[in-house]
């Protein structure tokens, strides 16, 4: 499956911007997906992920209550919804498919887009 990530941007913060995660292929539905971020010099970071259903969802602390991650299989699409957004929250955001269950871990995701920019001024 090829990933394409897009919709990052300039924000302000406490500002709000969806990023979205378009999907190749027929198969899409039976992927977790999740979303993960970096910024130079540091390790990649778990930000969301999703089952293939939608029905369950996991989030970093870092992120919980102020981000939302779903899914629409029909649109082979999966999105993040990012609120009262910080500079701390700045980073390349990348999606990513799992053809398990979902995970925190960015080793067990086989699939990867090319990431984009999400920028929180100050």
Request: charged share 15%; with cysteine.
């Amino acid at each position: 499956v090829q990933l394409q990530a897009s919709g990052g941007g300039l924000v302000q913060a406490g500002g709000s911007l969806r990023v979205s995660c378009v999907a190749s292929g027929r198969t899409f539905s039976s992927y977790a997906m999740g979303w993960f971020r970096q910024t130079p010099g540091k390790e990649r970071e778990f930000v969301a992920t999703i089952s293939w259903s939608g029905g369950m969802t996991h989030y970093a602390d870092s992120v919980k209550g102020r981000f939302t991650i779903s899914r629409d299989n029909a649109k082979n699409t999966v999105y993040l919804q990012m609120s009262s957004l910080r500079p701390a929250d700045t980073a390349v955001y990348y999606c990513a498919a799992d053809t398990g269950v979902g995970s925190t871990l960015s080793d067990e995701y086989e699939y990867w887009g090319q990431g984009t920019l999400v920028t929180v001024s100050s």
